[in-house]
């Protein structure tokens, strides 16, 4: 069973740019579809990529083109790239494991890191 760690949040300023990294152990990253989620206070989960066993990669509607996920399969690692960030960004940022290629649907993943926080404000 796979165990996600997420890492890389904090504090930027609006325009900056952030790195998050969710490190698999338990079993290997390249067996599952890694989804990225968000979650900002008294709002629902949404989700924000989903990186298939392949590297193809596909984004919601308020990332797309300026997020970019990928993975290590040498480094059991998925990364997610965020630029041009804005403060409604801000929010605990989560991976998961599941076996779906494509879907932004929370419920068709099983395996869930900790989240890590991502604050956007000047």
């Known amino acids: 069973q796979v165990q996600l760690v997420e890492s890389g949040g904090g504090l930027v300023q609006p325009g900056d740019s952030l790195t998050l990294a969710c490190a698999a152990s338990?079993?290997?990253?390249?067996?599952?579809?890694i989804g990225w989620f968000r979650q900002a206070p008294g709002r629902e989960r949404e989700g924000v990529s989903s990186?298939?066993?392949?590297?193809?990669?596909y984004y919601g509607d308020s990332v797309k083109g300026r997020f970019t996920a990928s993975r290590d399969n040498a480094k059991n690692t998925v990364s997610l790239r965020m630029n041009s960030l804005k403060p409604e960004d801000t929010a605990v940022y989560y991976c998961?494991?599941?076996?779906?290629?494509?879907?932004?649907?929370?419920?068709?993943?099983?395996?869930w890191g900790q989240g890590t926080q991502v604050t956007v404000s000047s």
């Open positions: 998961a494991a599941g076996p779906t290629c494509g879907t932004l649907n929370k419920l068709h993943y099983s395996h």
């Open positions: 338990g079993s290997t990253v390249r067996n599952y579809v």
């Open positions: 990186v298939c066993l392949g590297g193809s990669a």
